[in-house]
């Protein structure tokens, strides 16, 4: 029963979070906001509902560990697995903005996270100090999508994958975000629980669990949209959706859920930020690379998540 529980929370939150993004897109639109500003507030923030509806549950449990090892692995499986998986499908490149830019900040945010967690909790200040960061590096990205061509075309693209083509009328997707919420919170619980059930036999730390199996459950939204990107030729897209995602499960994931309840990170610390670190300046060497990402260094990073989970999990 648990392992059931687990994979229908995967279901739900996957399902949740894209019936969220796309009435939250529709909504947005019907009432006159722009497709920039639509693909840098709705669709970026609700891309990471699942992490955020996971980590809410899990810290109002008492169970910080799974909160900050949910936003830890989230951000290594973003970066290496889906990279690594979408370089499989098809060779990944990037325009030069992403690893002059891009990651440039995910690194920054990053080394801010480790340094916050050198001490075994993020406070209450520290999470709305995490929290203003996402609304200035929101801010700071329509600023930039309004002279950056690439950018607005980036974000335009987002917006139409979560708009579709169908028409709808208001009642539809105003009923289709309640259900999306609905479905992202009780997929919170499930994923929480049957992690919790299952792994019990093996006396793994809560942020053990939050690094592997949970953070993979709350992962496979960005996986699927990664991968669908990557396989119509979009690499920024795919790039540039690992990149974000993580960013505002930095900023935003973990800077909401310690400002309303500090998180204690007794075993998630100095080690798992120089990770986070390492892997965000992996993912900026290879994308920055003749020709991207390739095949073979796709199979690596895929390899690598697989013993980073393994090593979490020993």
């Known amino acids: 029963m648990s392992l059931l529980l687990i994979l229908a929370g995967c279901a739900l939150l996957y399902v949740g979070g894209d019936m969220l993004v796309s009435a939250s897109t529709f909504i947005a639109n019907r009432i006159g906001m722009s497709p920039i500003a639509i693909g840098a507030t ?17 810290a109002l449990k008492g169970h910080s560990g ?14 290496i697995l889906v990279l690594g998986l979408c370089a499989l499908i098809r060779p990944l490149s990037a325009s030069r903005d992403v690893y002059r830019i891009d990651f440039p900040i995910l690194i920054a945010v990053s080394a801010l996270f480790t340094v916050m967690a050198h001490d075994a909790i993020i406070t209450r200040t520290e999470g709305v100090i995490l929290a203003l960061g996402l609304v200035a590096y929101v801010g700071w990205n329509l600023r930039r999508a309004a002279v950056d061509e690439d950018v607005a075309e980036y974000l335009g693209e987002e917006v139409a994958e979560a708009l579709g083509d169908e028409e709808e009328k208001w009642y539809l997707p105003v009923g289709r975000a309640v259900l999306g919420i609905a479905f992202l919170g009780l997929g919170a619980k499930w994923l929480v629980d049957g992690s919790l059930q299952t792994l019990a036999p093996y006396e793994l730390s809560e942020a053990a669990i939050g690094i592997t199996v949970v953070a993979l459950g709350t992962s496979v939204p960005e996986i699927g949209t990664s991968i669908i990107a990557a396989q119509k030729g979009h690499g920024d897209l795919a790039v ?9 499960n930095l900023l935003g994931v973990l800077g909401a859920t310690a400002s309303i309840r500090a998180l204690p990170a007794n075993d998630v610390g100095f080690m798992d930020g120089a990770i986070l670190i390492a892997t965000s300046l992996a993912g900026l060497v290879l994308v920055a690379r003749p020709g991207g990402i390739g095949r073979v260094p796709g199979a690596i990073l895929v390899a690598t998540y697989l013993l980073y ?3 979490a999990i020993r």
């Open 240 to 248: 540039g959706n690992a990149i974000g995602s993580s960013v505002f």
């Open 309 to 311: 989970v393994a090593s």
């Open 66 to 79: 799974i909160s900050v090892g949910n936003v830890v692995g989230s951000n290594v499986c973003n970066i």
């Open 42 to 58: 709705v669709v970026a923030i609700g891309t990471s509902a699942p992490e955020l509806s996971v980590s809410l549950d899990a």
